[in-house]
């Protein structure tokens, strides 16, 4: 049993910048790889970033590539998400979610494998 509180989001104009962060608890956090997902109503999960157990492997898709940062402190149990450079393309609930199910330097992209979810953090672009 994993619990995932994200915090941070927020409304902020294009070219701002927002820090994510998520908290986990219940469960060893460096067992996990750590996910970010977002999602705008009508539209699919997309995946935005993923860290692996240690933080030495990461993974972002194109469109948030050079502008988002994923970091970990597992001595915190905290996930973060910077996002610099923001568009209002960025405008959605951002999502962290935990993966156990895959070897430690798996970083999947696809949301059905992850395991837990926060509840989503709101983030708006404003042109």
């Known amino acids: 049993q994993v619990q995932l509180v994200e915090s941070g989001g927020g409304l902020v104009q294009a070219g701002g910048s927002l820090r994510l962060s998520c908290a986990a608890s219940?469960?060893?956090?460096?067992?996990?790889?750590m996910g970010w997902f977002r999602q705008v109503p009508g539209k699919e999960r997309e995946f935005v970033a993923a860290?692996?157990?240690?933080?030495?492997?990461?993974r972002y898709p194109d469109s948030v590539k050079g502008r988002f940062t994923v970091s970990r402190d597992n001595a915190k149990n905290t996930v973060y998400l910077q996002m610099n450079s923001l568009k209002p393309e960025d405008t959605a609930v951002y999502y962290c979610?935990?993966?156990?199910?895959?070897?430690?330097?798996?970083?999947?992209?696809?949301?059905?494998?992850?395991?837990?979810w926060g509840q989503g953090t709101q983030v708006t672009v404003s042109s």
């Open positions: 979610a935990a993966d156990f199910g895959h070897y430690s330097d798996y970083v999947s992209s696809l949301s059905y494998e992850y395991d837990y």
């Open positions: 219940g469960r060893t956090f460096s067992s996990c790889t």
């Open positions: 860290i692996s157990r240690g933080g030495g492997k990461i």
